[in-house]
């Protein structure tokens, strides 16, 4: 029977004719993480690190500066489980754009709700920033296994 | 008291072109590998958004009196 399995990230280094340590897949997709486009910089994939950099701090900027809400501990204390859940998800979501919501987070944005349009929408610009450096993690790792090129 | 002294306020259509543009950039790299390929992909995405954000403020035009 052939094996279809995903191949273990070493295992798909050595496939594609690549070596260096088992551990350079999380490596670089904890530093895409950190830094939108830094896991494809480490790979020299210099066109996609820019585009992805400046798409999601773009974003994140923008979120920021229509007065995105950022979500972080304590996650809805008192207001439900339906309502705790979403702050969770939320929170996930903007933790997603790494260091961006931390610095954010530290420079004082993001602490209260705007009650208007654009308050809601600079949220939602920073939720997607962060799931969109999720997905080019995704990306940097595929191509630190090989999947890609 | 927010941050910031005067927020960014944008249209809708603004914000929602501003969405589709960054969103689509990203979604068209990551799925295509030649620059041909991705710009067909990025068109195509943005065009939709754009195009179903329009009709579906349309929609809730009709419900919303």
Same mark, same amino acid.
Request: net charge positive; aromatic share 16%; proline share 2%.
């Given at each position: 029977?052939?094996n279809?399995?995903?191949p273990?990230?070493?295992?798909?280094?050595?496939r594609?004719?690549?070596?260096?340590p088992?551990?350079w897949p999380?490596?670089?997709?904890?530093?895409?993480?950190l830094?939108?486009?830094?896991?494809h910089?480490?790979q020299?994939?210099?066109?996609?690190a820019?585009? !992805?950099?400046?798409?999601?701090?773009?974003?994140?900027?923008l #979120?920021?500066?229509?007065?995105? =809400?950022?979500y972080?501990?304590?996650? #809805?204390?008192?207001?439900?489980?339906?309502?705790?859940?979403?702050?969770?998800?939320?929170?996930?979501?903007?933790l997603?754009?790494?260091?961006l919501? !931390?610095?954010g987070?530290?420079?004082?944005f993001?602490r209260?709700?705007l009650?208007?349009?654009?308050?809601?929408?600079?949220?939602?610009? !920073?939720?997607?920033?962060?799931?969109?450096?999720?997905l080019t993690?995704?990306?940097a790792?595929?191509?630190?296994?090989g999947? =890609?090129? | 008291m927010h941050?910031?002294?005067?927020p960014l306020?944008?249209?809708?259509?603004q914000?929602?072109a501003?969405?589709?543009?960054?969103?689509?950039?990203?979604?068209?790299?990551?799925?295509?590998?030649?620059w041909?390929?991705?710009? =067909?992909?990025?068109?195509?995405?943005?065009?939709?958004?754009?195009?179903?954000?329009?009709?579906?403020?349309?929609?809730m035009?009709?419900?919303?009196?």
């Open positions: 029977m052939t279809t399995a995903t273990r990230p070493a295992e798909a280094q050595r594609a004719g690549r070596t260096g088992a551990a999380y490596v670089v997709g904890f530093l895409g993480w830094l939108p486009g830094l896991g910089l480490v020299r994939k210099y066109d996609r820019g585009i !992805f950099f400046v798409s999601v701090a773009a974003m994140a900027g #979120g920021i500066a229509m007065g995105a =809400k950022l972080v501990l304590p996650f #809805g204390e008192g207001q439900g489980m339906f309502v705790g859940l979403l702050h969770v998800l939320a929170f996930l979501g903007d997603g754009a790494g260091l919501f !931390f610095l987070w530290m420079a004082g993001g209260d709700y009650a208007r349009a654009s308050g809601d929408y600079g949220t939602v610009f !920073f939720l997607c920033a962060g799931l969109l450096n999720l993690v995704l990306d790792y595929d191509i630190a296994v999947k =890609k090129d | 941050l910031l002294a005067q306020v944008l249209s809708h259509f914000a929602l501003l969405f589709a543009f960054f969103t689509s950039a990203v979604f068209a790299v990551i799925s295509h590998r030649t041909r390929e991705r710009a =067909k992909e990025f068109l195509w995405t943005f065009l939709l958004f754009v195009v179903i954000g329009v009709g579906l403020g349309w929609v035009y009709l419900f919303s009196r």
